[in-house]
């Protein structure tokens, strides 16, 4: 089955990286997404990171322009219509990823596959609100999407292993490498990843070590490229919080219970780089300072 028509929904910072990296390889894409401002956000987003590349000399103005033609933007479901391949990048929440699967189940046509850009939930249990259970597969992007050169594919107990060939070959042909994983909480990245920046939120919570130096240590002394606790502001603190909140109950065990800090940072709604404060201050998405909260007097 050839891939040629992809549906993205969700007009965000990862539905909008998807849906740039697709155009930039040369499939046609409709950015989906119920607010007409933030596809037009969406949109304005991509069309200025094109620009970059352009003033850098890696991409032509008439290059730009032809990925730019292969992008449309619709608040509407149902032009979902001649989709071969759907990619759902809302927020993680299972019922409301479940809802649009089920209504898109009802437009799209019987060969079309259903992919996830989750980063913790079932495959398996978002399948099952699905007529195409095989059909129904997890295609993990990481952000900056544009950037960032892995795919998750993730399989859940009845995907079928044609579906899983051809995400992985959409993915390849983004120019992306792909690695398998089963259908188990975090997959394998985050799996990893989520804990550690829990805890870094716990050891800045005991007053272990500073902001600043909490994230210096792992970026010096383990040569990580940035800090745990910049990262988590760079994915989202709400996100972190749903996807620890996720293994709490799906695992059981203490060590994925969610840091008492990172829940007060979420209500206070110190989200991260999104919402321009997070462990760090940022002004237009540029990191400015650590945020005062933080700082002793």
């Known amino acids: 089955m050839e891939i040629r028509n992809i549906f993205v929904v969700g007009s965000g910072l990862m539905g ?6 697709a155009i ?13 401002a933030a596809l037009e956000r969406g949109q304005a987003g991509i069309s200025k990171r094109l620009d970059r590349l352009v003033e850098k000399g890696r991409m032509t103005a008439e290059e730009k322009q032809a990925c730019m033609d292969r992008l449309t933007t619709s608040v509407s479901v149902h032009t979902a219509a001649n989709a071969d391949l759907v990619i759902e990048a809302i927020y993680e929440n299972l019922e409301a990823k479940r809802a649009i699967f089920q209504q898109l189940d009802k437009i799209c046509d019987a060969h079309t596959i259903f992919a996830s850009n989750t980063s913790s939930i079932s495959m398996t249990s978002l399948a099952a609100a699905t007529s195409r259970p095989e059909r129904v597969v997890g295609m993990h992007f990481f952000s900056p999407v544009p950037v960032m050169s892995l795919v998750e594919i993730v399989y859940g107990l009845r995907t079928s292993k044609e579906v899983m060939d051809i995400v992985a070959g959409v993915g390849e042909h983004m120019g992306k490498r792909t690695i398998l994983a089963k259908d188990k909480p975090g997959f394998i990245v985050n799996r990893m990843l989520l804990p550690m920046l ?9 007053d272990i070590g500073s902001v600043e130096d909490v994230d210096e240590g792992m970026m010096r002394g383990c040569n990580h490229p940035m800090g745990p ?4 502001d760079m994915i989202g603190l709400d996100i972190l919080l749903e996807v620890m909140e996720t293994f ?8 994925y219970r969610p840091s008492h800090l990172l829940r007060k940072m979420v209500a206070a709604g110190y989200l991260g780089r999104k919402s321009g404060a997070g462990f760090y201050l940022y ?4 990191k400015i300072g650590v945020n005062p909260i933080f700082v002793k007097h």
């Open 16 to 21: 909008s990286g998807i849906a740039q990296t």
């Open 24 to 36: 930039q390889h040369g499939y046609n894409v409709t950015l989906n997404d119920q607010s007409k």
């Open 198 to 206: 829990n805890e870094a939120v716990q050891v800045l919570d005991e």
């Open 229 to 232: 606790l910049a990262l988590a």
């Open 248 to 255: 709490y109950l799906d695992l059981g065990d203490t060590k």
């Open 283 to 286: 002004d237009e998405g540029k």
